[in-house]
Protein backbone atom coordinates (compact mmCIF):
# COMPACT_ATOMS: atom_id res chain seq x y z
CA UNK A 1 0.00 0.00 0.00
CA UNK A 2 1.84 3.20 -1.07
CA UNK A 3 -1.16 5.76 -0.14
CA UNK A 4 -3.75 6.28 2.76
CA UNK A 5 -6.94 4.33 1.44
CA UNK A 6 -9.85 6.80 1.55
CA UNK A 7 -13.66 5.80 2.59
CA UNK A 8 -16.99 7.96 3.05
CA UNK A 9 -19.05 7.38 5.97
CA UNK A 10 -22.31 8.15 3.80
CA UNK A 11 -22.13 4.36 2.51
CA UNK A 12 -22.13 3.40 6.50
CA UNK A 13 -25.01 5.76 7.52
CA UNK A 14 -27.04 5.03 4.41
CA UNK A 15 -29.87 2.36 4.77
CA UNK A 16 -28.37 0.29 2.28
CA UNK A 17 -26.60 -2.90 4.05
CA UNK A 18 -24.19 -3.34 0.46
CA UNK A 19 -23.09 -0.04 1.19
CA UNK A 20 -22.56 -0.45 5.07
CA UNK A 21 -20.36 -3.69 4.70
CA UNK A 22 -18.50 -2.24 2.19
CA UNK A 23 -17.50 0.55 4.84
CA UNK A 24 -16.75 -2.25 7.34
CA UNK A 25 -14.50 -3.97 5.32
CA UNK A 26 -12.78 -1.40 3.74
CA UNK A 27 -11.98 0.72 6.95
CA UNK A 28 -11.03 -2.78 8.96
CA UNK A 29 -9.05 -4.03 6.20
CA UNK A 30 -7.20 -0.19 6.00
CA UNK A 31 -6.63 -0.47 9.85
CA UNK A 32 -5.52 -3.99 9.67
CA UNK A 33 -2.69 -3.08 6.71
CA UNK A 34 -1.69 0.82 7.20
CA UNK A 35 -3.74 1.87 10.62
CA UNK A 36 -5.11 5.07 8.56
CA UNK A 37 -8.14 5.78 6.81
CA UNK A 38 -9.08 9.11 4.70
CA UNK A 39 -12.97 9.82 5.64
CA UNK A 40 -14.81 12.11 3.36
CA UNK A 41 -19.02 12.35 4.54
CA UNK A 42 -17.97 13.67 7.99
CA UNK A 43 -20.48 16.19 10.15
CA UNK A 44 -18.17 19.10 9.81
CA UNK A 45 -19.14 21.63 7.87
CA UNK A 46 -17.28 24.07 5.97
CA UNK A 47 -18.31 27.05 7.78
CA UNK A 48 -17.16 25.67 10.92
CA UNK A 49 -13.88 24.75 9.80
CA UNK A 50 -13.47 27.91 8.30
CA UNK A 51 -14.09 29.56 11.68
CA UNK A 52 -12.33 26.96 13.69
CA UNK A 53 -8.78 27.77 11.55
CA UNK A 54 -9.89 31.46 12.11
CA UNK A 55 -9.97 31.46 15.91
CA UNK A 56 -6.86 28.98 15.92
CA UNK A 57 -4.92 31.58 13.90
CA UNK A 58 -6.32 34.34 16.29
CA UNK A 59 -5.44 32.46 19.67
CA UNK A 60 -1.65 31.52 18.52
CA UNK A 61 -1.23 35.14 17.28
CA UNK A 62 -2.11 36.18 20.35
CA UNK A 63 1.07 37.79 22.42
CA UNK A 64 3.42 34.91 24.53
CA UNK A 65 2.68 36.26 27.83
CA UNK A 66 -1.17 36.29 26.62
CA UNK A 67 -0.87 32.63 25.59
CA UNK A 68 1.12 31.50 28.42
CA UNK A 69 -1.46 32.87 31.09
CA UNK A 70 -3.39 30.15 30.01
CA UNK A 71 -1.13 27.45 30.76
CA UNK A 72 -2.64 25.43 33.47
CA UNK A 73 0.03 24.11 35.93
CA UNK A 74 -0.34 20.19 37.73
CA UNK A 75 -2.56 18.95 34.64
CA UNK A 76 -0.16 17.44 32.65
CA UNK A 77 -0.93 20.04 30.18
CA UNK A 78 -4.70 18.59 29.48
CA UNK A 79 -6.54 21.62 28.69
CA UNK A 80 -5.44 24.91 28.06
CA UNK A 81 -2.20 26.20 26.66
CA UNK A 82 0.77 24.15 25.96
CA UNK A 83 3.84 26.28 25.30
CA UNK A 84 6.36 25.88 22.32
CA UNK A 85 8.70 22.56 22.40
CA UNK A 86 7.13 21.22 25.86
CA UNK A 87 6.03 17.88 24.08
CA UNK A 88 8.35 15.10 23.20
CA UNK A 89 7.53 12.06 21.61
CA UNK A 90 7.93 8.74 23.86
CA UNK A 91 11.53 8.05 23.98
CA UNK A 92 13.00 11.65 22.08
CA UNK A 93 14.62 14.21 24.29
CA UNK A 94 14.10 17.02 22.07
CA UNK A 95 10.82 18.59 22.27
CA UNK A 96 8.58 18.79 19.20
CA UNK A 97 8.83 22.30 17.16
CA UNK A 98 4.89 22.77 18.46
CA UNK A 99 2.53 24.74 20.84
CA UNK A 100 -0.78 23.60 21.07
CA UNK A 101 -4.11 24.10 22.88
CA UNK A 102 -6.56 21.64 24.01
CA UNK A 103 -10.58 21.56 24.50
CA UNK A 104 -11.41 18.67 26.81
CA UNK A 105 -14.89 17.07 27.00
CA UNK A 106 -18.31 18.42 27.95
CA UNK A 107 -20.29 17.15 30.91
CA UNK A 108 -23.26 18.23 31.30
CA UNK A 109 -25.13 15.13 32.48
CA UNK A 110 -23.10 13.39 35.11
CA UNK A 111 -21.91 15.60 37.86
CA UNK A 112 -19.38 12.87 39.44
CA UNK A 113 -17.42 12.48 35.67
CA UNK A 114 -17.37 16.76 35.29
CA UNK A 115 -15.61 16.97 38.26
CA UNK A 116 -13.67 13.70 37.29
CA UNK A 117 -11.67 16.13 34.43
CA UNK A 118 -10.28 19.34 34.37
CA UNK A 119 -12.38 22.50 33.85
CA UNK A 120 -12.00 24.28 29.87
CA UNK A 121 -9.99 27.21 29.63
CA UNK A 122 -11.66 30.17 28.39
CA UNK A 123 -9.72 32.75 26.23
CA UNK A 124 -11.06 36.13 27.17
CA UNK A 125 -9.21 37.97 24.19
CA UNK A 126 -11.16 36.13 21.45
CA UNK A 127 -15.01 36.12 21.48
CA UNK A 128 -15.74 32.90 19.48
CA UNK A 129 -12.80 30.28 19.86
CA UNK A 130 -14.21 28.64 23.02
CA UNK A 131 -17.78 28.12 21.10
CA UNK A 132 -16.63 27.08 17.95
CA UNK A 133 -13.68 24.91 19.67
CA UNK A 134 -16.87 23.46 21.44
CA UNK A 135 -18.96 22.98 18.35
CA UNK A 136 -15.93 21.39 16.57
CA UNK A 137 -15.41 19.02 19.66
CA UNK A 138 -19.36 17.47 19.57
CA UNK A 139 -19.23 17.37 15.84
CA UNK A 140 -16.12 15.49 15.33
CA UNK A 141 -16.94 13.38 18.60
CA UNK A 142 -20.03 12.34 16.39
CA UNK A 143 -18.01 11.11 13.82
CA UNK A 144 -15.75 9.08 15.91
CA UNK A 145 -18.77 7.72 17.62
CA UNK A 146 -19.86 6.17 13.85
CA UNK A 147 -16.54 5.09 12.71
CA UNK A 148 -16.71 3.25 16.12
CA UNK A 149 -19.76 1.69 15.73
CA UNK A 150 -18.57 0.15 12.11
CA UNK A 151 -15.31 -0.85 13.55
CA UNK A 152 -17.28 -2.90 16.42
CA UNK A 153 -18.92 -4.73 13.67
CA UNK A 154 -15.60 -5.29 11.76
CA UNK A 155 -14.57 -6.75 15.76
CA UNK A 156 -17.74 -9.07 15.62
CA UNK A 157 -18.94 -6.92 18.65
CA UNK A 158 -22.43 -5.15 18.81
CA UNK A 159 -22.75 -2.46 17.21
CA UNK A 160 -22.78 -0.26 19.68
CA UNK A 161 -20.07 -1.56 21.98
CA UNK A 162 -17.88 1.31 22.46
CA UNK A 163 -21.36 3.94 23.00
CA UNK A 164 -21.55 3.83 26.74
CA UNK A 165 -17.37 3.94 26.91
CA UNK A 166 -17.18 6.97 24.69
CA UNK A 167 -19.98 8.87 26.06
CA UNK A 168 -18.87 11.58 28.19
CA UNK A 169 -15.05 10.14 27.42
CA UNK A 170 -11.62 11.82 28.04
CA UNK A 171 -11.60 13.16 24.24
CA UNK A 172 -9.46 15.82 23.54
CA UNK A 173 -9.25 18.47 20.65
CA UNK A 174 -5.91 19.54 20.04
CA UNK A 175 -5.40 23.03 17.97
CA UNK A 176 -1.67 22.86 16.99
CA UNK A 177 0.22 25.30 15.37
CA UNK A 178 3.63 24.67 14.02
CA UNK A 179 5.61 27.79 13.69
CA UNK A 180 8.04 29.33 11.03
CA UNK A 181 11.83 27.83 11.50
CA UNK A 182 14.22 30.36 11.83
CA UNK A 183 17.63 28.35 12.26
CA UNK A 184 18.98 24.84 12.20
CA UNK A 185 16.60 22.69 14.27
CA UNK A 186 19.64 20.08 14.79
CA UNK A 187 17.52 16.78 15.97
CA UNK A 188 14.29 18.39 16.30
CA UNK A 189 11.18 17.99 14.11
CA UNK A 190 7.36 18.99 13.97
CA UNK A 191 6.48 16.01 15.26
CA UNK A 192 8.64 13.08 16.27
CA UNK A 193 7.59 9.19 15.18
CA UNK A 194 4.94 8.63 17.85
CA UNK A 195 1.91 6.17 18.03
CA UNK A 196 -1.56 7.99 19.71
CA UNK A 197 -2.16 6.51 23.01
CA UNK A 198 -6.07 6.59 22.22
CA UNK A 199 -8.35 4.32 20.92
CA UNK A 200 -9.03 6.60 17.28
CA UNK A 201 -7.56 10.02 15.94
CA UNK A 202 -9.41 12.32 13.77
CA UNK A 203 -7.46 14.85 12.03
CA UNK A 204 -7.92 18.42 10.39
CA UNK A 205 -5.46 19.69 8.22
CA UNK A 206 -3.57 17.35 6.87
CA UNK A 207 -4.23 18.60 3.51
CA UNK A 208 -0.68 20.05 2.74
CA UNK A 209 2.35 17.50 2.96
CA UNK A 210 4.18 17.05 5.87
CA UNK A 211 2.69 14.16 7.74
CA UNK A 212 4.01 10.81 6.75
CA UNK A 213 2.71 7.47 8.06
CA UNK A 214 5.60 4.37 8.45
CA UNK A 215 4.05 0.95 6.74
CA UNK A 216 5.29 -2.18 8.02
CA UNK A 217 8.44 -2.65 5.61
CA UNK A 218 10.03 0.66 7.47
CA UNK A 219 9.16 2.77 4.10
CA UNK A 220 7.84 6.49 5.18
CA UNK A 221 4.53 7.11 2.84
CA UNK A 222 3.05 11.25 2.79
CA UNK A 223 -0.42 10.79 4.58
CA UNK A 224 -2.37 13.73 2.69
CA UNK A 225 -5.63 13.93 2.73
CA UNK A 226 -8.47 15.75 -0.06
CA UNK A 227 -10.48 19.18 1.36
CA UNK A 228 -13.34 17.40 2.59
CA UNK A 229 -11.44 14.74 4.33
CA UNK A 230 -10.56 13.97 7.74
CA UNK A 231 -7.33 11.47 8.48
CA UNK A 232 -8.52 8.70 11.17
CA UNK A 233 -6.17 6.36 12.71
CA UNK A 234 -5.82 4.11 15.22
CA UNK A 235 -4.29 5.00 18.94
CA UNK A 236 -2.79 2.59 21.09
CA UNK A 237 -5.44 2.29 23.33
CA UNK A 238 -7.28 0.21 19.92
CA UNK A 239 -4.67 -1.76 19.06
CA UNK A 240 -4.55 -3.07 22.83
CA UNK A 241 -7.81 -3.79 22.93
CA UNK A 242 -7.88 -5.72 19.19
CA UNK A 243 -4.45 -7.69 19.97
CA UNK A 244 -3.22 -5.46 17.16
CA UNK A 245 -5.51 -6.86 14.84
CA UNK A 246 -5.97 -3.01 14.21
CA UNK A 247 -2.85 -1.17 13.80
CA UNK A 248 -1.63 1.93 15.65
CA UNK A 249 0.81 2.88 13.05
CA UNK A 250 3.91 5.17 13.21
CA UNK A 251 3.51 8.71 12.45
CA UNK A 252 5.44 11.95 11.99
CA UNK A 253 5.53 15.44 10.85
CA UNK A 254 9.14 16.14 9.25
CA UNK A 255 10.14 19.50 8.64
CA UNK A 256 9.74 21.59 5.79
CA UNK A 257 12.45 22.16 2.85
CA UNK A 258 14.46 25.54 3.88
CA UNK A 259 12.59 27.18 1.43
CA UNK A 260 9.40 26.55 3.33
CA UNK A 261 10.53 27.28 6.79
CA UNK A 262 8.77 30.68 6.87
CA UNK A 263 5.29 29.14 6.82
CA UNK A 264 3.55 27.72 9.99
CA UNK A 265 1.92 24.42 9.61
CA UNK A 266 -1.66 24.12 11.24
CA UNK A 267 -2.91 21.31 12.47
CA UNK A 268 -6.76 20.30 14.68
CA UNK A 269 -6.23 15.80 15.79
CA UNK A 270 -9.47 14.82 17.80
CA UNK A 271 -8.08 12.09 20.37
CA UNK A 272 -10.85 10.41 20.85
CA UNK A 273 -10.59 8.91 24.55
CA UNK A 274 -13.09 6.31 26.40
CA UNK A 275 -13.73 7.06 30.15
CA UNK A 276 -11.16 6.09 32.49
CA UNK A 277 -12.97 2.93 34.07
CA UNK A 278 -12.44 0.93 30.08
CA UNK A 279 -11.32 -1.70 30.50
CA UNK A 280 -8.80 -2.38 27.15
CA UNK A 281 -7.96 -6.18 28.00
CA UNK A 282 -7.63 -7.81 25.03
CA UNK A 283 -11.02 -8.94 23.39
CA UNK A 284 -11.93 -12.80 23.71
CA UNK A 285 -12.73 -12.52 20.11
CA UNK A 286 -9.28 -11.29 18.79
CA UNK A 287 -7.47 -14.31 20.72
CA UNK A 288 -6.51 -17.75 19.11
CA UNK A 289 -4.27 -20.15 18.65
CA UNK A 290 -2.46 -18.13 15.57
CA UNK A 291 -3.01 -14.72 18.15
CA UNK A 292 -1.82 -15.40 21.44
CA UNK A 293 -2.91 -12.58 23.70
CA UNK A 294 -0.45 -9.73 23.57
CA UNK A 295 -0.85 -7.55 25.90
CA UNK A 296 -1.53 -6.94 29.83
CA UNK A 297 -4.95 -6.23 31.32
CA UNK A 298 -4.98 -2.17 31.78
CA UNK A 299 -7.82 0.36 31.93
CA UNK A 300 -7.30 3.44 29.69
CA UNK A 301 -7.07 5.60 32.87
CA UNK A 302 -3.97 3.93 34.03
CA UNK A 303 -2.66 3.50 30.46
CA UNK A 304 -3.24 7.24 29.79
CA UNK A 305 -1.06 8.35 33.34
CA UNK A 306 1.64 5.77 31.78
CA UNK A 307 1.65 7.93 28.58
CA UNK A 308 1.65 10.97 29.93
CA UNK A 309 4.76 10.37 32.35
CA UNK A 310 6.50 9.02 29.05
CA UNK A 311 5.93 12.40 27.22
CA UNK A 312 6.79 14.80 29.74
CA UNK A 313 3.77 16.42 30.78
CA UNK A 314 3.16 14.74 33.87
CA UNK A 315 5.68 13.98 36.78
CA UNK A 316 6.35 10.93 38.81
O1 LIG B 1 0.12 17.63 12.73
C1 LIG B 1 -0.19 16.55 12.24
O2 LIG B 1 -0.51 16.45 11.05
C2 LIG B 1 -0.18 15.27 13.05
C3 LIG B 1 -0.08 15.50 14.53
C4 LIG B 1 -0.05 14.22 15.31
O3 LIG B 1 0.25 13.17 14.81
C5 LIG B 1 -0.40 14.24 16.73
O4 LIG B 1 -0.54 15.34 17.29
O5 LIG B 1 -0.55 13.16 17.33
FE1 LIG C 1 -0.24 11.53 16.18
Known amino acids: M ?86 SAKGKKEGDLKEFWHFGQYVEDDEARRKEYPENVTVNELAQFNEVGKQTYKMLEKTAKYVLRALALYLNLEETYFDNFIHNGNSILRPIHYPPITEEPKNAVRAAAHGDINLITLLMGAQGRGLQVQRHDGEWIDAIAEPDELMINV ?79 IKK
Open 235 to 313: GDMLSRHSNNKLKSTIHRVINPPRELWGTSRYSIPFFMHPISEMKLDVLDSCIDEDHPKQFEDITAGEFLTERLIELGL
Open 2 to 87: DRIPSVDLKDFISDDPIRKQKFIDDIGKAYEDIGFVALKGHFLDDTLVDNLYDEVKNFFNLPLEVKESYEVPGIGGQRGYVSFGKE
